[in-house]
């Protein structure tokens, strides 16, 4: 009997390789017959399952997306229960940013993403929707926090929400070895012990 093909499985391990291009030789080398080389498919089998370099790019981006919100639960495990917001925001950031091997592959395929963006239209907008939807989460993480009383009530909330996520513009930093990652993780966390602050 022939065996069934997982075709979210085969989806998930194309851009796998997708992400080691482009972590290994960077975005311009990522090309339809260079991905199939790594995932061992034929060219034929990879524009089976995506038609073009935009659509593979999306879904790898999607895929990618799914794993750092994994991340992010697993390392919530790791802290106090009910976790305190300081420690979310802090996960979701230190996560965000290449401070090990699976988050520096998402970190590129991010920045990869974000170029190809600019150029085309349709994935303009589809990376902007994501972008605005992890915006939209802190901003949730920030308001819940000033409800209960763990940020200041005179916070402006959207300023605050911009302010934390620039934190994430430590990534080119990080990639080219200007900052250390100690560095990186220290003003965050005095970031956050601000933010968290009571007011003066």
Same mark, same amino acid.
């Given at each position: 009997m022939p065996k069934q093909v997982d075709h979210r499985e085969r989806r998930e391990a194309i851009a796998h390789a997708l992400w080691r291009v482009v972590e290994q030789q960077g975005w311009p080398r990522?090309?339809?017959?260079?991905?199939?080389?790594? %995932?061992?498919?034929?060219?034929? $089998?990879?524009? *089976?399952?995506?038609?073009?370099?935009?659509?593979? !790019? @999306?879904?790898?981006?999607?895929?990618?997306?799914?794993?750092?919100?994994?991340?992010?639960?697993? %390392?919530?495990?790791?802290?106090? $229960?009910?976790? *305190?917001?300081?420690?979310?925001?802090?996960?979701? !950031? @230190?996560?965000?940013?290449?401070l090990h091997p699976d988050a520096r592959a998402t970190s590129r395929m991010n920045a990869a993403y974000v170029l190809e963006a600019l150029h085309d239209p349709e994935l303009r907008e589809v990376a902007g929707v994501g972008l605005r939807e992890g915006r939209d989460l802190v901003e949730r993480l920030i308001r819940e926090a000033m409800a209960d009383g763990h940020i200041s009530a005179d916070r402006d909330l959207a300023i605050e929400t911009d302010l934390v996520l620039s934190l994430t513009g430590f990534t080119p930093l990080l990639e080219l070895g200007v900052i250390e990652p100690q560095a990186a993780l220290a003003a965050i966390d005095q970031h956050l012990d601000r933010l968290f602050s009571p007011a003066s």
């Open positions: 990522a090309t339809m017959r260079e991905v199939a080389r790594e %995932a061992d498919v034929s060219l034929g $089998q990879l524009q *089976h399952y995506f038609s073009s370099r935009a659509a593979m !790019l @999306t879904f790898a981006m999607e895929f990618a997306a799914e794993q750092t919100s994994d991340r992010v639960a697993r %390392a919530l495990t790791g802290v106090a $229960q009910p976790p *305190h917001p300081r420690d979310v925001l802090r996960v979701v !950031l @230190t996560e965000m940013l290449p």
